[in-house]
């Protein structure tokens, strides 16, 4: 059977570290990012390739800069 | 032959399933990181365009953290004085009733400074939206208690917790407006979980649908963190608002129809 196929893009620099989305994700995907973006929070980066495109972690975001993408096949 | 996928053909137009509503600015948003507010602007926006109603819609900001909400509403909006909403509500809907009017408050605009204000709203049956943040504090100036703080609860005027002896019970303002007659819509919800976000926006689109048909005052609740004011991280105040705020309020529908859900 295929895999879903899903990936996320972050919009880091408006990402303000908060860690929701990371507790939303069934999959693991999103971890935080060692280095922090021009105002100085900790970003969201992916982390595996187990991505769904469920789009827990968009729903949940609270600065909405989660954008997701799924295969349709 | 190989079925390994690249991004770049996961990432094409065709796949999008979830992006930021335009009905929200690029502005940044002024909220503490993993504030409720954030999430529940951007559920309200979606519904406004799910609707189409861009242009027919006039959302009232409140004094608070979500003063600024017209900076990241991309409708026509106001901002009244504090705790004035519903009035100023009022007087949009009644001079221009084809609009879609909703306010969109904090606990402490609408459960303490605004509260007549409140009460005679919903007592007239205005055929508005009242939109209530209730995360238990005053979030802006400090983290003060609020009639909604929860007995016990610590903030910035009670370092001790709520003493209900002195200080007063919590007031349940949506229990309260529920039993008024001019009240068509009750529901108290949440924004913290992906099933609660989803819950929410259909509690909100309802509220809508029934203001479009005049059915009177539609209200929804949506009990949301003050990390910043509770002193804890986003995802810690999110599991303290399940096992302390949710059984003073509890999420569910509170009046449909215009009758009390028993
Ligand atoms: C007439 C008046 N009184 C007091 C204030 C100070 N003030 C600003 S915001 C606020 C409380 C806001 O709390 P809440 O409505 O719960 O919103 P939050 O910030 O928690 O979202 C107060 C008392 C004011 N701006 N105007
Ligand atoms: S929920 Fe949004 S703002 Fe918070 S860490 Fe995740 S991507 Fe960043
Ligand atoms: S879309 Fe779903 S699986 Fe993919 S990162 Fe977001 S929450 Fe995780
Ligand atoms: S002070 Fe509280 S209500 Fe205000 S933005 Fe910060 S977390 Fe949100």
Redesign the pocket.
Known sequence: MAKVKGDIVIDIEKCKGCEVCIAACPQEVIAMAKNVNGKGYHYTETVNEECTGCANCAIVCPDGVITVYRMKN | MSDIVTKEQIRRPENLVYSKTKLLTDKALSYCPGCG?GTAHRILMEVIEELNAQEITIGIA?????VLAYEFMNIDMQQA??GRAPALATAVKRLMPEKIVFTY??????AA?GTAETIHACNRGENITIIF?N?G?????GGQM?PTTLPNMKASTCPYGRDVTTMGNPLRMTELVAQLPGVHFVTRQAVHTPSAVRKAKKALRKAFDLQKENKGLTFVEIVSN?NS?WKMTPVQSNKWMEENMFPFYPLGDIKVDGQLVK
């Open positions: 507010h409140p004094v608070g953290c979500s004085a504090h408050q904090g606990d402490g605009d609408l400074i943040i995360n504090i005053y979030g802006m100036t609020a003050c004011g």
